[in-house]
Structure formats: C-alpha cells, structure tokens
C-alpha cells in the first residue's frame, strides 16, 4: 500500500470525531450522525490507529479530549470545514461553465461592490461567483480564493498586488446634525462630536492638522470597528464621520448625508487587487480584475 494514502484520512472517521468531542459522548454523536454508539467507537478506533493518538480519555461514563485530541481538533474542523465548502461550491456552480471566489473588506464589499457584481454576472453569465468577507490578509494555500481585495500595502505573501484605488475621506453628517452644528469652517469641528474608526484612531487628528486646525480633542468621540457602523451612526445623528465617498454614494444622492467640507483627504493606504501566485493564468479572476479595474475607471470609487 503507497505509505502517502495510509495517511489520507476517512472523512467519516473526522466526522465521528468532531462531534465526540463537541458532545464530551459517543452516544449523542452517535445520535447527531444517525449511526450506532458502536459504530462511532469504531471510526474514532481507526482514527487512533492512523494516528497513533490517544484521542480521548475515558473517564467513567464521560469521554474527554486528551492533550493529541485538543491539538488536533481545530484542524479536524477546519479540513470538515474546507470540504463542506468544495461540495457547496461544486453544486452550486454545476450549472456553470467557471466559478470564481473572491475575498473582499466587509464594507466595501457590502457598499461598493455586491451593488455593482451584476454588471459583471451579466456579462459572464455562466460563472458562479462567491464572495467572502476578510479584514486581513490570509494563506491563500489554506483558504481557496481566487483572488483578494486589500485594503493596506501591496504586500501580500506569496501573491501579487494590482492597486485598485486610493481611498478618500470627508467629513460626512446627517440633516438631523448638520443644523445643530453651524459648521462653517474646520475650525468648527474642534469641538463637534467625533466619530472615530478604531483601526484608524489617528484619522482625525490628520485630517485636522491637513487644514491647518490644531485640535486638541481631535482623539476624543466614539469609537466603532467598522465603516458600516461608523455610516449607521453618522445617521443616526450621533455625530460627524470621516468616510471615503464611495461608501456613501446613495445616502449622498438621496440627501440622507451630507458632506459638510469639500476637504478631502487622501489617507495612508490604497485598494488593492491580490492574486495568489498559483492563479496568475485565472482567465475568469483575470476579467473579473479587469471588470473592477473598469469600474474604477468610470469615476466609482475615488481613484486617485
């Protein structure tokens, strides 16, 4: 027997496992998998022996996870993981002559991008696409994606950035904040209720010391994790936001926001698009890189 497959393992013996040690009980794994408290002993039985690990303790009529058990675990889920999503995407792309996954910032995918994807679904009407949220960069070797869009540096392990766009901030009200603040210069913002981004903390501070204005509260206000809250909270007339315009662009058209200087400001990074190196001949990654690539071209988010 080729020594490679002996280590090849049964997915229904992972199975087993995973829900063993979830319920702390062959007999409700059993249950959950709709198989024999006997048979799950089995599977977790062959398991050991693949691995020459002791995966559990049995401790009268409990079993718990010995130390091998509680390493291998998180990789077990994973791999499960992994596979339900293969089977996911096969199916749902059976119809289809391509599929194409691709990781993008929860906001700007949610704000910018699934508003605009039928365009591209439109004109590639036989590929099935999936989109993920992912705020940081992950292994493209452990995380199948077909491609990434980064918000940061053009630094990527073992893959290659093409800049998208810069991102340009404003400071941004709702028409409930705009009378209550008189705002006719910067200088008025010092003491106006602030909304920070927690990942960007100094943004504020920037944008003030880019118009001149020292500002010693600069730091002071609320603080949230993402723009989509800072949005929800600039309209519920907690205060003024520094937001990229193209975030905004129906809360602008229909008046809901307003921008209260036309002061933007360029902040440190820029979008990028990010291919892993194994998938540089993507013909459909490739026109969807050139459909976003257009997108920005027509004036849609602000390109620098």
């Known amino acids: 027997m080729n020594m490679r497959r002996t280590l090849v393992p049964d997915i229904v013996n992972l199975q087993a496992f995973e829900s063993a040690a979830r319920h702390g009980n062959f007999t409700r794994a059993a249950e959950e998998l709709n198989l024999t408290q006997s048979a799950v002993s089995r599977q977790i039985a062959d398991l050991e022996r693949q691995t020459g690990l002791l995966l559990f303790e049995r401790i009268r009529q409990r ?3 010995s130390a091998a058990g509680a390493r291998l675990l998180p990789e077990v889920r994973r ?3 992994q596979a339900e999503q293969l089977m996911i995407g096969a199916v749902a792309a059976a119809d289809m002559k391509a599929s194409l996954r691709v990781a993008t910032l929860p906001t700007f995918g949610t704000r910018w991008l699934v508003p605009r994807i039928s365009d591209f679904l439109d004109a590639h009407p036989n590929v099935s696409v999936t989109i993920e949220s992912r705020s940081t960069p992950f292994d493209f070797d452990e995380e199948d994606f077909d491609l990434a869009i980064h918000y940061g540096q053009p630094t990527w392990a073992r893959a290659r950035s093409t800049f998208l766009c810069s991102e340009v901030v404003l400071p941004v009200v709702s028409r409930k904040t705009i009378e209550k603040l008189a705002a006719r210069n910067p200088e008025d913002l010092v003491d106006a209720p602030l909304i920070h981004l927690t990942t960007r903390p100094r ?4 944008w003030f ?3 001149g204005v020292a500002a010693q509260n600069a730091y002071r206000g609320n603080r949230f994790d993402q723009f989509s809250m800072i949005i ?3 309209l519920s007339g907690l205060g003024v936001g520094l937001l990229p315009s ?8 229909s ?3 307003t921008t209260l200087f036309d002061l933007p400001m360029a902040t440190e990074n820029s979008y990028f698009v990010v291919f892993p190196e194994s998938r540089q001949t993507n013909k459909v990654a490739v026109a969807f890189q050139d459909w976003l690539l257009s997108q920005v071209g027509a004036g849609r988010p602000n390109a620098a």
Request: proline share 0%.
């Open 63 to 65: 079993v718990v996870l």
């Open 79 to 81: 791999l499960l993981h």
């Open 203 to 206: 943004l504020w501070a920037q």
């Open 209 to 211: 010391e880019a118009n």
């Open 232 to 234: 929800a909270a600039v």
């Open 246 to 253: 193209y975030l905004i662009e129906e809360e602008i058209r």
């Open 255 to 257: 008046g809901a926001l």
